[in-house]
């Protein structure tokens, strides 16, 4: 435990001298004087009252920073640099407490099943598609991500790939390493005066429609729901038509069932000749065979693509026709951009997706905070402080079903309950409550009771 720190202050003279009426001092400057002599309150660290050292699995070369950052706070890590496979993830899963993941590990409902003490999982990324969302929270364990973090990456790559794609700088950049000197302008533009049209207008979409018009483009944008578009953008009631009107097309959206192939042969077609398209979203938005076509036809001028319906497990690993049957064509095609799913891969947004995430992660195993859980109620309390001695803070997630907090509340009656919130997410809900001067003796009783409450999924306590 961490004793208060006192800020030293100066004797007693010197203190009345430095606030005497006479003094030439700003209101600021006295009311900072004023708060310097005060104490600083530290939370207190709480852990498992069962006292169980927490094991963490991270994989898929998540950043050191977030490594170094739980190793830190006293947690065991295990790290990998590779995706693991399903039989991978049940065979080692059941000895840890957490898991951090990128977007190739798949976090099913055979893999959860098999992690009996699985208390938290984090997608360092923006996308939670991966993991079994539904499976996850019924038995329990919330979910974080980084929604944001690499947003300011992915813009850049797409402006980059506008000025690639619309200067054919990856034919001209082959040739030359061929030794071929093929000088040109056929075919070749400013983007200055295009218009790009971007498919979703969340926190990629808007950085984005910022850059392009600093570039002299206008942009159109389409998105489910209305909103207040940044600088000139304008928003375009249709998909069609924006894909209509657009020089380039962007697409920014989330993988679910709506947008699953929601760029195919239809689509295309009502593309602009000699346009083109990028799609650092998800790799099953776009109808790859459908978008081969419209290369080799010329109805596309050319396309960036950098998400795919399915990708190698690891670095190195060929990218051919056994990962999707029509590499081998993809790749062929002229005046086409193909990376890896680098789009938030820069030191940047890795170190900021590694702090917030470990951050969730840490918040959960320490003081049960569920803010930023994607699947999950989201409940927070105000921290327990070092000074207030025997506290107990009890995180239960339950059924959301009548009678719950009744029932907690009757195990909870003989203590004095300090501070207590519950909210619910579909069938979870999940109640945080702080209790005071709970003895040791008392602790586990109190544990043992309330798990075996009829609604109880999982109960923690951190003292």
Request: hydrophobic share 40%; with cysteine; net charge neutral.
């Given at each position: 435990?961490?004793?208060?720190?006192?800020?030293?202050?100066k004797s007693p003279r010197a203190v009345a001298a430095s606030i005497s009426p006479?003094?030439?001092?700003?209101?600021?400057?006295?009311?900072?004087?004023?708060?310097?002599?005060?104490?600083?309150?530290?939370?207190?660290?709480?852990?498992?009252?069962?006292?169980?050292?927490?094991?963490?699995?991270?994989?898929?070369?998540?950043?050191?920073?977030?490594?170094?950052?739980?190793?830190?706070?006293?947690?065991?890590?295990?790290?990998?640099?590779?995706?693991?496979?399903?039989?991978?993830?049940?065979?080692?899963?059941?000895?840890?407490?957490?898991?951090?993941?990128?977007?190739?590990?798949?976090?099913?409902?055979?893999?959860?099943?098999?992690?009996?003490?699985?208390?938290?999982?984090?997608?360092?990324?923006?996308?939670?598609?991966?993991?079994?969302?539904?499976?996850?929270?019924?038995?329990?364990?919330?979910?974080?991500?980084?929604?944001?973090?690499?947003?300011?990456?992915?813009?850049?790559?797409?402006?980059?790939?506008?000025?690639?794609?619309?200067?054919?700088?990856?034919?001209?950049?082959?040739?030359?390493?061929?030794?071929?000197?093929?000088?040109?302008?056929?075919?070749?533009?400013?983007?200055?005066?295009?218009?790009?049209?971007?498919?979703?207008?969340?926190?990629?979409?808007?950085?984005?429609?910022?850059?392009?018009?600093?570039?002299?483009?206008?942009?159109?944008?389409?998105?489910?729901?209305?909103?207040?578009?940044?600088?000139?953008?304008?928003?375009?009631?249709?998909?069609?038509?924006?894909?209509?009107?657009?020089?380039?097309?962007?697409?920014?959206?989330?993988?679910?069932?709506?947008?699953?192939?929601?760029?195919?042969?239809?689509?295309?077609?009502?593309?602009?000749?000699?346009?083109?398209?990028?799609?650092?979203?998800?790799?099953?938005?776009?109808?790859?065979?459908?978008?081969?076509a419209a290369l080799q036809s010329k109805h596309l001028a050319g396309a960036a693509?950098?998400?795919?319906?399915?990708?190698?497990?690891?670095?190195?690993?060929?990218?051919?026709?056994?990962?999707?049957?029509?590499?081998?064509?993809?790749r062929s095609l002229p005046n086409i951009i193909l990376t890896p799913h680098i789009?938030?891969?820069?030191?940047?947004?890795?170190?900021?997706?590694?702090?917030?995430?470990?951050?969730?992660?840490?918040?959960?195993?320490?003081?049960?905070?569920?803010?930023?859980?994607?699947?999950?109620?989201?409940?927070?309390?105000?921290?327990?402080?070092?000074?207030?001695?025997?506290?107990?803070?009890?995180?239960?997630?339950?059924?959301?079903?009548?009678?719950?907090?009744?029932?907690?509340?009757?195990?909870?009656?003989?203590?004095?309950?300090?501070?207590?919130?519950?909210?619910?997410?579909?069938?979870?809900?999940?109640?945080?409550?702080?209790?005071?001067?709970?003895?040791?003796?008392?602790?586990?009783?109190?544990?043992?009771?309330?798990?075996?409450?009829?609604?109880?999924?999982?109960?923690?306590?951190?003292?």
């Amino acid at each position: 435990m961490t004793a208060p720190v006192a800020i030293p202050s100066k004797s007693p003279r010197a203190v009345a001298a430095s606030i005497s009426p006479g003094a030439s001092q700003s209101l600021h400057d006295r009311l900072h004087k004023r708060d310097s002599f005060s104490v600083i309150r530290r939370p207190k660290v709480l852990h498992p009252v069962d006292n169980e050292g927490l094991k963490l699995l991270l994989v898929e070369n998540i950043s050191q920073d977030a490594v170094r950052a739980f190793q830190a706070q006293g947690f065991h890590v295990d790290h990998y640099s590779k995706a693991l496979s399903e039989d991978e993830l049940i065979q080692k899963i059941p000895q840890y407490h957490a898991i951090g993941i990128r977007s190739k590990t798949k976090i099913t409902e055979r893999v959860i099943k098999a992690a009996s003490k699985l208390l938290v999982i984090g997608c360092f990324c923006i996308g939670t598609n991966q993991v079994d969302l539904v499976t996850a929270g019924k038995v329990g364990i919330p979910v974080f991500n980084s929604p944001f973090s690499n947003s300011r990456s992915v813009a850049e790559l797409v402006v980059s790939e506008l000025i690639a794609l619309s200067r054919q700088l990856v034919e001209r950049s082959h040739e030359m390493r061929q030794g071929i000197w093929n000088k040109q302008s056929n075919g070749c533009w400013e983007v200055r005066g295009k218009t790009l049209g971007i498919v979703g207008y969340g926190h990629i979409g808007a950085q984005l429609s910022v850059l392009a018009e600093a570039l002299g483009m206008r942009v159109i944008f389409y998105d489910v729901i209305n909103i207040m578009p940044l600088g000139s953008a304008r928003q375009i009631e249709t998909l069609p038509a924006l894909l209509s009107e657009a020089d380039f097309v962007t697409l920014h959206v989330p993988e679910l069932p709506e947008t699953i192939n929601m760029i195919g042969a239809n689509e295309l077609a009502q593309m602009k000749v000699g346009s083109y398209l990028i799609n650092n979203a998800r790799g099953r938005v776009v109808d790859i065979p459908a978008l081969i076509a419209a290369l080799q036809s010329k109805h596309l001028a050319g396309a960036a693509i950098d998400v795919y319906p399915q990708e190698p497990g690891s670095n190195g690993a060929p990218f051919d026709d056994q990962v999707n049957t029509w590499s081998s064509t993809l790749r062929s095609l002229p005046n086409i951009i193909l990376t890896p799913h680098i789009g938030g891969s820069t030191e940047e947004a890795q170190r900021m997706i590694g702090e917030e995430v470990s951050l969730a992660l840490s918040r959960y195993l320490n003081y049960g905070s569920t803010i930023g859980a994607v699947n999950f109620p989201e409940v927070d309390l105000r921290a327990i402080t070092a000074e207030q001695g025997n506290h107990v803070r009890v995180c239960h997630v339950h059924s959301n079903q009548p009678g719950v907090l009744r029932q907690v509340n009757e195990v909870l009656s003989p203590y004095n309950v300090e501070k207590q919130y519950s909210d619910s997410k579909g069938d979870v809900a999940y109640l945080l409550a702080d209790i005071a001067d709970v003895s040791p003796q008392d602790v586990n009783k109190l544990r043992e009771m309330i798990s075996h409450t009829s609604a109880n999924i999982l109960t923690r306590l951190l003292a």
